[in-house]
């Protein structure tokens, strides 16, 4: 799959029970209900982001600024189809985000993973080298505190101060 061909958009309502099929077929994120990912495509349109290659859609991110902190972009989901992996689309996704004019305020990134998940704190370790900006790890929701045994602790990840310049050379890298 040549990586340069797929076209980056923000997503409409239209996309999303292809979104739900996508994050079905990327484990181990959690299927959310179809409507959720309807409200994803619509209200979240501006901070999130669908990948598309001929047509089909190999890449999603759903994200949205903190209500009460502005300068802060919440990334919910990044999922990317098996055959696009390991080209660089993931943080072209979020920087795509990023760089957008309701984004030029925002200079902090949050998001949350489980401990096994190698693949996310990888791709989040990336962008905040690339973005020369700190990581900083706290638990955001506990195990046995808030998800009822039933889920694996959340951590939250937060990256910056970095600003629209280091965006910028994201999208290049
Ligand atoms: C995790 C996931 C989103 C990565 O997507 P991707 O497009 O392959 O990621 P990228 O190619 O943009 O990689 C960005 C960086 O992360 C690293 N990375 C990504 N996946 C990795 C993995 N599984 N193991 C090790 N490093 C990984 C890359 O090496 C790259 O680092 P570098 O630029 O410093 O070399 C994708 O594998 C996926 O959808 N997984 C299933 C769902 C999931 O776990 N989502 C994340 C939770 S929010």
């Given at each position: ?5 797929v ?36 209200h979240?349109?501006k901070?999130?982001?669908a990948a ?11 994200g ?20 696009a ?13 990023l760089?957008?004019?309701?984004c ?8 949350s ?19 020369e ?5 706290s ?35």
């Open positions: 799959m040549n990586v340069d061909k076209i980056l958009k923000e997503p409409q309502a239209g996309l999303g029970s292809l979104v739900h099929r996508l994050i079905s077929r990327c484990p181990p994120l959690d299927a959310n209900s179809m409507y959720c990912n309807l409200l994803q495509t619509h979240f349109s901070t999130s982001v598309l290659y001929q047509s089909q859609l190999v890449g999603f991110v759903s949205y600024v903190i209500p009460e902190r502005p300068d802060t972009l919440f990334i919910w989901q990044v999922a990317v189809d098996d055959q992996r390991g080209k660089g689309l993931a943080r072209k996704m979020i920087a795509e985000i760089q957008r004019p309701g030029h305020h925002v200079n902090y990134l949050e998001t993973i489980t401990a096994s998940n190698v693949g996310s704190w990888s791709l989040f370790q990336s962008l905040a080298n690339k973005l900006a700190e990581l900083d790890k638990v955001l929701f506990d195990r046995d505190r808030h998800l009822d045994d039933l889920h694996d602790t959340e951590y939250l990840v937060r990256i910056g101060p970095f600003d629209q310049f280091k965006v910028a050379s994201l999208i290049n890298q």
